[in-house]
């Protein structure tokens, strides 16, 4: 079994910074991606940012320039740097990884943190 468990949400001032932290733990063999995804009120999840395993990151054009996604792959964490935070980035951020995990470390499967409210006040 594989958790992931997710730090850092709060409540933060316009223009101001929070740092997400998500560790994964359990049974785990590889993780190719670890991302952070988003839902706000009324809205469809959406993904923020991704890292591959190799350090290559990729993130949504609504929050470039102003998050930084990193990872330690040796115990298996991802950040979120977000800063110049505004109204509209008010949601529940949610850890995302895709890995192989024991025992059936053959195929790819998906797993998701329980989520961290972010409020960004005007």
């Known amino acids: 079994q594989v958790q992931l468990v997710e730090s850092g949400g709060g409540l933060v001032q316009a223009g101001g910074s929070l740092r997400l932290s998500c560790a994964a733990s359990?049974?785990?063999?590889?993780?190719?991606?670890m991302a952070w995804y988003r839902q706000a009120p009324g809205k469809q999840r959406e993904l923020v940012a991704a890292?591959?395993?190799?350090?290559?990151?990729n993130y949504a054009d609504s929050v470039k320039g102003r998050f930084i996604i990193s990872r330690n792959n040796a115990v298996n964490w991802v950040y979120l740097q977000m800063n110049s935070l505004k109204s509209e980035d008010t949601a529940v951020y949610y850890c995302?990884?895709?890995?192989?995990?024991?025992?059936?470390?053959?195929?790819?499967?998906?797993?998701w943190g329980q989520g961290t409210l972010v409020t960004v006040s005007s």
């Open positions: 995302n990884s895709l890995g192989r995990f024991y025992p059936d470390r053959d195929r790819d499967l998906e797993v």
């Open positions: 359990g049974s785990i063999f590889s993780i190719s991606v």
């Open positions: 890292c591959s395993s190799d350090g290559i990151t």
